[in-house]
């Protein structure tokens, strides 16, 4: 008798354990995170070697089918594909917090949210104000309002280990609300050409989609189909393509019963969180290092090539923007909200946590990226400055943020092991506390 073949590699002893902890890894915040950073950082390095021929080349490689006006540039399917998955995953975090987060207290909600309103206003005046009579550079007034939701926790979670849980919280609303807002000046202010026809057609499928998810329907067989279906009609239509992901995300489900159905009054959960666990691995992990890698990768030229963007208007913009206009509009809008009505800042917070969370607001990367391109997209040298002040101005919001935390970070250490002290010096004898 023949011996039994051999197993191939991909299953392996110990191979899908691996594929789990690395699955595991890539949910968390950190993870993702650093992958941006590495990806980012190795698409400006290479753009700025003496092969960065070899890597615009890659960058403008063309594929996928003309009859469906899909022959698109890598770049292009990073931006418009590979978003609309990180966007599903938006799209997801905000039903979630809406339907049972801290969005579904308004009294909860109401300082997080009116932060991000004043953090997308107080970055879009900075920039209009560098760049008034400049031309059609102020089509690029939205670049930095935005806030990376991953880059921003990675740098809380590395941060912090004794930080209260109400300034992530705080964090998470803010830059959920601030994604949809973003994705909403994406869908109305960036749209060049509206294709009522196409737009029309895409909500066929996204019924049907919506239809399945909420009957509990998991088969890839059939929410993939629809899911693609409805991206290409939403490209087709002319509205940027990512808006899709969140639509998508919107329709499913976070509070179900065991027979799939959504209900407010047992709070099971639902398919929200079945499609975040699976999907964010891939949209953490892939997704969004890869436009991180052809987004950033921007050739400065040298020293002079820096300087020179660096003193561009829109540069200036930029950075000024995300990292004085982003706090300013954060601490100045949740300060009067605080003060002129009912709501109140979370009893474990103090002002200079906000101050804080509102630096880490100027982390702008993902989405700051991909409205400069649609900003830009016919102004080659302004998208080149685009992205150097978002690295600039993202970089140096990260870097001041993790100064303070980490000094908030050591008063709540110092607070914590008084606390500790106090509990072990609670009057009883030492002859009782070592057990004798």
């Known amino acids: 008798m023949s011996s039994p073949r051999p197993r191939p590699a991909l299953f392996?002893?110990?191979?899908?354990?691996?594929?789990?902890?690395?699955?595991?890894?890539?949910?968390?915040?950190?993870?993702?995170?650093?992958?941006?950073?590495?990806?980012?950082?190795?698409?400006?390095?290479?753009?700025?070697?003496?092969?960065?021929?070899?890597?615009?080349?890659?960058?403008?490689?063309?594929?996928?089918?003309?009859?469906?006006?899909?022959?698109?540039?890598l770049?292009?399917?990073?931006?418009?594909?590979?978003?609309?998955?990180?966007?599903?995953?938006?799209?997801?975090?905000?039903?979630?917090?809406?339907?049972?987060?801290?969005?579904?207290?308004?009294?909860?909600?109401?300082?997080?949210?009116?932060?991000?309103?004043?953090?997308?206003?107080?970055?879009?005046?900075?920039?209009?104000?560098?760049?008034?009579?400049?031309?059609?550079?102020?089509?690029?007034?939205?670049?930095?309002?935005?806030?990376?939701?991953?880059?921003?926790?990675?740098?809380?979670?590395?941060?912090?280990?004794?930080?209260?849980?109400?300034?992530?919280?705080?964090?998470?609303?803010?830059?959920?609300?601030?994604d949809l807002l973003a994705v909403t000046v994406i869908a109305i202010f960036y749209t060049d050409e509206l294709q009522l026809p196409y737009l029309g057609l895409a909500l066929i499928p996204l019924a049907a989609f919506a239809v399945a998810v909420q009957r509990g329907i998991r088969s890839v067989w059939i929410l993939v189909p629809l899911?693609?279906?409805?991206?290409?009609?939403?490209?087709?239509?002319?509205?940027?393509?990512?808006?899709?992901?969140?639509?998508?995300?919107?329709?499913?489900?976070?509070?179900?019963?065991?027979?799939?159905?959504?209900?407010?009054?047992?709070?099971?959960?639902?398919?929200?969180?079945?499609?975040?666990?699976?999907?964010?691995?891939?949209?953490a992990g892939v997704a969004v290092p890869i436009f991180a890698f052809f987004a950033a990768g921007v050739t400065i030229g040298g020293l002079d090539g820096m300087v020179d963007s660096l003193t561009d208007r829109v540069?200036?913009?930029?950075?000024?923007?995300?990292?004085?206009?982003?706090?300013?509009?954060?601490?100045?809008?949740?300060?009067?909200?605080?003060?002129?009505?009912?709501a109140e800042l979370d009893t474990d917070l103090s002002w200079m946590d906000v101050i804080g969370v509102a630096l880490l607001g100027g982390i702008g990367f993902t989405v700051s990226l991909l409205i400069g391109e649609l900003a830009f997209a016919d102004q080659p040298l302004w998208e080149d400055h685009v992205r150097i002040g978002v690295l600039v101005g993202t970089l140096t919001a990260a870097f001041l943020a993790s100064i303070l935390l980490r000094r908030r970070n050591s008063v709540y250490r110092r607070i914590a092991e008084k606390e500790a002290r106090d509990d072990d010096n609670d009057g009883t004898p030492d002859v009782y506390q070592q057990g004798s």
């Open 227 to 283: 899911a693609l279906t409805t991206w290409w009609l939403v490209h087709e239509s002319g509205v940027h393509a990512t808006v899709a992901g969140v639509l998508l995300g919107f329709t499913v489900p976070v509070l179900t019963t065991r027979s799939g159905r959504s209900t407010p009054s047992k709070r099971d959960p639902g398919l929200a969180e079945w499609f975040e666990h699976r999907i964010r691995p891939l949209s």
């Open 75 to 178: 770049e292009t399917w990073a931006a418009d594909g590979l978003l609309a998955v990180f966007f599903f995953v938006v799209g997801l975090e905000l039903k979630r917090e809406f339907v049972a987060g801290d969005l579904h207290d308004p009294r909860r909600a109401a300082l997080p949210v009116v932060a991000a309103v004043g953090g997308m206003i107080g970055p879009a005046l900075i920039f209009l104000a560098f760049n008034a009579g400049n031309g059609d550079a102020v089509r690029g007034w939205a670049i930095p309002t935005a806030t990376d939701i991953a880059f921003a926790l990675a740098v809380l979670a590395v941060v912090s280990s004794h930080l209260p849980t109400a300034l992530r919280t705080f964090l998470l609303t803010l830059a959920v609300v601030d």
């Open 315 to 342: 540069t200036l913009g930029i950075v000024v923007g995300l990292v004085a206009g982003k706090a300013l509009g954060i601490v100045a809008t949740t300060f009067i909200t605080a003060k002129l009505t009912r």
């Open 12 to 73: 392996a002893r110990g191979s899908w354990p691996e594929a789990r902890r690395i699955t595991a890894l890539l949910r968390t915040e950190t993870a993702g995170g650093v992958l941006l950073i590495i990806a980012a950082t190795a698409g400006l390095i290479w753009a700025n070697t003496p092969w960065s021929g070899a890597y615009e080349a890659l960058r403008n490689f063309q594929l996928g089918p003309s009859g469906l006006h899909l022959d698109l540039s």
